[in-house]
């Protein structure tokens, strides 16, 4: 079992490299690129950016004790690596926010109206509790031993549900999106690329999952590491 896991981390990749380069091509090719003005270019930036990171950087950061298991990386390195991903994946989101908030309000589009936005919000405002939390319970101030295990099934948990919802939340955009074109059901190209990135990132958050949630790939013990 374990000889299977370099194999599904790199398709992992393959996949996840997929979806920001077909949302990248969507937004570049048949809609006009990006800017800060403002414009529906300025809303280019909220999937571009949301892909990149509550997708592409959430993914690979939970993977990374994986990844790093038995290859005697120092521990803290590694969940730092795991902190500064997230970090990343986090300021991602809130200047993809940013972006279609300031849109819509130059607009005069009402925010908020959409399922989607409402698991949009739900997926950043929980991403960022579970940054905070694991930030103060296993970093700094770090909590001792006993809660630190305490709240370890909890934090897997979220870990995953979240990405699922993010998941959920992007396919949805990605049908609002096209759906906005007005020729979505005369199949136009663009709904070609969109699809394929909603499938390729659907494929991409199945195997991290699998990953993060088979034992068989986990290559150390609680008991060799420093309890957490
Ligand atoms: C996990 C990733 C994503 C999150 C957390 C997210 C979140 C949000 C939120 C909170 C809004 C509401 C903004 C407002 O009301 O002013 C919004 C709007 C929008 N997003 Fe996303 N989004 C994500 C990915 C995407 C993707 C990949 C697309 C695909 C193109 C997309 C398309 C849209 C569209 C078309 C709107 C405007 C219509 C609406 O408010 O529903 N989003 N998004
Ligand atoms: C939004 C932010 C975060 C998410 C979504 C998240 C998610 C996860 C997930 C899914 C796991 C399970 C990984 C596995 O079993 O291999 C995990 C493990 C862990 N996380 Fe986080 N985490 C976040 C932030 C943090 C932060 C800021 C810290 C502090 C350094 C942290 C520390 C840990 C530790 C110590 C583990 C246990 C790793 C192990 O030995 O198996 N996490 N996290």
């Keep these: 079992m374990a000889l299977l896991f370099i194999p599904l981390a790199v398709l992992a990749q393959i996949l996840g490299l997929t ?31 949301m892909v ?10 939970i993977i990374i004790y994986r990844i790093t298991s038995g290859l ?9 690596a795991h902190f500064i991903l997230q ?26 109206y959409s399922m989607h936005s409402w698991a949009g919000i739900a ?23 006993r809660y630190r295990t305490l709240y370890m099934s909890s934090h897997i ?13 992007v396919l949805m955009g990605i049908g609002e999106k096209l759906a906005f074109a007005g020729n979505y059901s005369e199949f136009p190209k663009a709904a070609i690329v969109g699809n394929v ?19 068989n790939f986990k290559f150390h013990s609680y008991e060799h590491v420093d309890k957490l």
């Excluded at 970090?87 to 925010?111: E, R, T, Y």
């Design 19 to 49: 979806t920001v380069a077909l949302i990248s091509v969507w937004m570049i090719k048949y809609l006009d690129g990006f800017a800060w003005d403002g414009s529906s270019q300025q809303f280019n930036l909220h999937p571009f950016l």
């Design 52 to 61: 990149i990171g509550l997708i592409y950087f959430y993914g690979n950061a």
């Design 72 to 80: 005697n990386v120092p521990r803290l390195a590694v969940k730092l």
């Design 87 to 112: 970090l990343c994946a986090f300021i991602c989101s809130i200047i993809a926010l940013v972006a279609v908030f300031q849109f819509h309000n130059a607009n005069q589009i009402p925010n908020m």
């Design 123 to 145: 997926t950043v405002v929980m991403f960022g509790l579970q940054l905070l939390f694991g930030f103060l319970i296993f970093l700094f101030p770090k909590l001792p031993e």
């Design 157 to 169: 948990f979220f870990g995953v549900f979240i990405l699922g919802l993010a998941g959920a939340t």
């Design 197 to 215: 990135a909603g499938s390729a990132c659907i494929g991409f958050i199945c195997i991290i999952i699998f990953i993060v949630t088979n034992p």
